[in-house]
Nanobody, 119 residues
Framework: VQLQASGGGLAQAGGSLRLSCEAS????????TGWFRQAQLKGREFVAA????????AYADPVKGRFTISRDNAKNTVFLQMNNLKPDDTAVYYC?????????????WGQGTLVTVSS
């Protein structure tokens, strides 16, 4: 499967952006789709993940209550709604699929999309 992330851009602190991750090709229904981010000079970190049915989700503590992950399987797309953005959210955001919820089990990294939040 190939993944393509889009929707990044420039936002002011307190603003919102919606990222999309479109998959070409089908992923097994047991797979998890996740969003990760990498800020400049930092390692990649987990942001959020969702299972195939959309019935289970997981979020990193820094984004809980502000970000919402969802999916539209008819469009092979996973979304990340980001509200109340903070400058610390500035990073390149990537989507990936995983065979489990463990971050180390994710792969098929798509090309990232840059999110910049100004104060």
């Amino acid at each position: 499967v190939q993944l393509q992330a889009s929707g990044g851009g420039l936002a002011q602190a307190g603003g919102s952006l919606r990222l999309s991750c479109e998959a070409s090709g089908r992923t097994p229904r047991t797979y998890i789709t996740g969003w990760f981010r990498q800020a400049q000079l930092k390692g990649r970190e987990f942001v959020a993940a969702i299972n195939w049915s959309g019935g289970s989700t997981a979020y990193a503590d820094p984004v809980k209550g502000r970000f919402t992950i969802s999916r539209d399987n008819a469009k092979n797309t996973v979304f990340l709604q980001m509200n109340n953005l903070k400058p610390d959210d500035t990073a390149v955001y990537y989507c990936a699929v995983g065979s489990s919820w463990r971050p180390q089990d994710f792969g098929s990294w798509g090309q990232g999309t840059l999110v910049t939040v100004s104060s």
